[in-house]
């Protein structure tokens, strides 16, 4: 089946640790993209890729980090640096060039807590 | 920032009802598109509008936008207690950015 797969679906963080979520997808989309959810809010965009080995950041990068070595995958680390961790996390993919014009296709997201 | 912002943020509605919601966004765009999350899920995408588009339809959900008022609306026609869910609007530009969400209760 073609989709789009986050893992783990559940992810505990002690204070101090970095750690990495992932996503890929079989859907052969260029571009790529993680969303930040805190309960009951919008989605955040944190980074995003448009092509492999290049990506820009989004609204709130400040204590996550990415790479984009493969077309397929595209993890997402949240380091010691980011104070609040604990959120929802969603990653996305469409197609870059016909972006204008067609959609994204969503992970179920990995929900990250602090302990 | 977040490009768009729904309105209401919650409703509350009998099935069979109708539902509107409205987005409002900022800048140009090149096209505008709704998503439905069931709760602690992703994202599912429902419809997508053209900037050079005014209305669309798709089974009960029918969308318009207006660029003039950078503003859209999505009704949900003869709504059932499986329609509860939040919905966003998402804007296309270079990226993808969403807004807060309209959160929707669909009672039996």
């Known amino acids: 089946d073609g989709g789009i797969t986050q893992s783990p679906k559940y992810l505990f963080r002690k204070e101090g640790q970095n750690v990495t979520l992932s996503c890929e997808q079989n859907l052969n989309h260029d571009a790529m993209y993680w969303y930040r959810q805190d309960p009951g809010q919008g989605l955040r965009l944190i980074y995003y890729s448009q092509i492999v080995n290049d990506f820009q950041k989004g609204d709130i990068a400040e204590g996550y980090s990415v790479s984009r070595e493969k077309k397929e995958s595209f993890p997402l680390t949240v380091t010691s640096a980011q104070k609040n961790p604990t959120a929802f996390y969603l990653c996305a993919s469409s197609t870059w060039t016909a972006l204008m014009n067609t959609e994204a296709f969503f992970g179920q997201g990995t929900r990250l807590t602090v302990v | 920032s977040q490009q768009g912002e729904e309105d209401p943020q919650a409703l509350s509605i009998q099935e069979g009802e109708n539902a509107t919601m409205n987005c409002s966004y900022k800048?140009?765009?090149?096209?505008l598109q709704w998503y439905r999350q069931n709760s602690g899920r992703g994202l599912v995408h429902l419809i997508l509008?053209?900037?050079?588009?005014r209305e669309k339809h798709s089974g009960r959900l029918r969308v318009t936008l207006d660029t003039s008022k950078k503003s859209s609306s999505l009704l949900i026609t003869a709504s059932r207690a499986a329609d509860t869910a939040s919905y966003f609007c998402a804007t296309a530009g270079n990226m993808l950015t969403f807004g807060g969400g309209t959160r929707l209760m669909v009672k039996p």
């Open positions: 509008i053209r900037s050079n588009e």
């Open positions: 800048t140009s765009i090149n096209n």
